[in-house]
């Protein structure tokens, strides 16, 4: 072993002198920048053989070493200070979430404290929890403000949902018969959010909008506060005669749960959320419905909504099941089969987000998933004929999105042209589309063709807002050459100014950078 123990010795050795000499050649060059001696004494030999014109050529040598050496002073501090911040940030970031995981506790500490106190005060009464005509809170429960309400509400887990069952007994589904094209609902809806709600839209935007909900169940509307993102799910609601289910997200927000209800074991009900109650109404008709998550990264999307997002994805619609209870009792909605539920494909959810310091930023399995739609200027008020709201079968509405994919489908020129694109964007930024970028472009783009736009301004509002946001993600100090290059490039395939959307994007990274 002490043979080993010498070469050890001796074979690492080398390793950790060129490391030593790394440093020691490191310190030796910032203490040879600064050795003034070395350099008075080059001055002092030189000094006596200068005229005046040289002198001037001297001092400005001095100065342009200083500034560099200034320049090179402030740089590492502008980095090391901004390091800091940024630790300092996160460090913050993750006070505030411990602060608030502490505070949810607190707060099912003393649920549980007021389920014991609700314990004691039933157990005198001789009745069991769940009985008794009274809800957790301890008031008059829903069950007997409504003397038709179904008499099995009162013991059922889901009370709620038993009551929508018993009023949705003999409901049939109603065709609307509807003859409008795309373009004309767009029109339609423009019209009625001016003249009834006094709210305006731009016809780009509202081309946009009807796209995202072609090519997917998630909408995301972002951009400056102010400038009408929950208001224009809210219109869209109003319109269909099917109002919005808002549901304004916590910071608090960590799964499921917090979005559709939980099941307290105590009082054996589950405590159904109006996102809840929404998604089950929504099996029983061929309407369109919304659900707005109001600000929704104001906790992490991708906590609360994963399972959400997991099953939108699967393509086959029987299969977007989701479980709330592990057991089944007899007494259970009827639409809820094994403690599982169907969601319906005839609702929409449109999330609103503001990017600033109280919020997360959305990752991209979000993103990739969603359509995200800007919304940064306010449109000046516009007279526009009186239109009322519309009665629109899902259905109908999705097959006008299949029609218009298969009559206005993007052209192989334009394929080719998006293919090249891809290979451009890879090899000189390392970002690639995606299957599922591809397969949403080839719906959104032609729905955006149908409601009057046109084939390059649909892959153009597409491919900034879902692809180039990448760029974002990247340091923009290295990419900030490529992108006069990139931009070239655009101008070259799709003609000169055409893609407006992803140049206007590209100019103002170019700014930030």
């Known amino acids: 072993m002490n043979t080993f123990f010498r070469f050890f010795y001796e074979f690492t050795s080398v390793f950790f002198n060129g490391v030593g000499m790394i440093f020691k050649g490191m310190f030796n060059g910032i203490k040879e920048i600064f050795n003034y001696f070395d350099y008075k004494k080059v001055l002092d030999n030189y000094k006596s053989s200068f005229g005046a014109v040289e002198w001037i050529f001297v001092v400005i040598t001095v100065l342009f070493l200083v500034v560099i050496i200034l320049g090179v002073l402030f740089l590492i501090f502008t980095k090391v200070r901004k390091y800091f911040r940024l630790r300092k940030q996160k460090l913050n970031q993750d006070e505030l979430l411990d602060e608030i995981d502490n505070l949810n506790k607190k707060v099912r500490k003393l649920m549980k404290e007021k389920d014991e106190l609700m314990a004691m005060k039933v157990s005198q009464l001789g009745l069991k929890p769940g009985e008794g005509g009274e809800d957790s809170s301890g008031l008059p429960g829903e069950e007997n403000a409504n003397p038709d309400a179904d008499p099995n509400a009162g013991t059922a887990r889901f009370p709620k949902l038993i009551r929508i069952d018993e009023a949705m ?90 979005l559709l209800g939980y099941f307290n074991e105590f009082t054996k009900k589950f405590n159904e959320s109006n996102v809840l109650e929404e998604l089950y109404l929504s099996r029983f008709d061929d309407d369109i419905h919304t659900i707005i998550l109001d600000e929704m990264n104001i906790a992490r999307v991708e906590y609360y909504f994963a399972e959400m997002l997991s099953v939108l994805e699967v393509p086959n619609r029987k299969e977007w099941i989701i479980e709330l209870v592990t057991t089944t ?51 000046d008020p516009f007279t526009c004929r009186e239109q009322e709201a519309m009665d629109i079968n899902s259905s109908y509405l999705e097959d006008l999105f299949k029609e218009a994919t298969e009559k206005y489908a993007i052209s192989d020129k334009g394929i080719d042209i998006i293919n090249k694109l891809d290979n451009y964007v890879i090899e000189h930024f390392r970002i690639a589309f995606g299957n599922r970028i591809m397969k949403q472009l080839k719906v959104f783009a032609p729905v955006y063709v149908a409601c009057g736009g046109t084939e390059v301004a649909g892959i153009d509002y597409f491919l900034a807002k879902k692809v180039l946001r990448k760029f974002e993600q990247l340091n923009l100090i290295l990419i900030r050459d490529e992108i006069d290059g990139f931009i070239k490039y655009l101008n070259k395939e799709f003609g000169n100014g055409n893609m407006k959307e992803c140049i206007e994007f590209l100019e103002r990274l170019k700014k930030s950078a």
């Open 329 to 379: 009792w007899p007494d259970d909605p009827k639409l809820l089969e094994h403690g599982k539920l169907r969601l319906p494909g005839n609702l929409w959810y449109i999330g609103t987000i503001n990017n600033d310091d109280s919020t997360f930023m959305v990752t991209d399995k979000v993103y990739d998933r969603a359509m995200p739609i800007d919304i940064n200027e306010k449109i």
């Open 169 to 258: 007994k003999n409901f049939k589904p109603k065709n609307y018969n509807g003859n409008f094209n795309l373009e004309e609902l767009i029109d339609n809806f423009r019209c009625f959010a001016a003249s009834q709600l006094h709210l305006y839209y731009n016809e780009s935007l509202l081309r946009a909008f009807f796209g995202g909900l072609a090519c997917s169940k998630l909408i995301i509307l972002q951009g400056i506060s102010g400038t009408g993102k929950t208001s224009l799910a809210y219109a869209w609601g109003k319109f269909v005669k099917h109002n919005s289910c808002i549901a304004s997200v916590q910071p608090s927000w960590r799964d499921k749960t917090e």
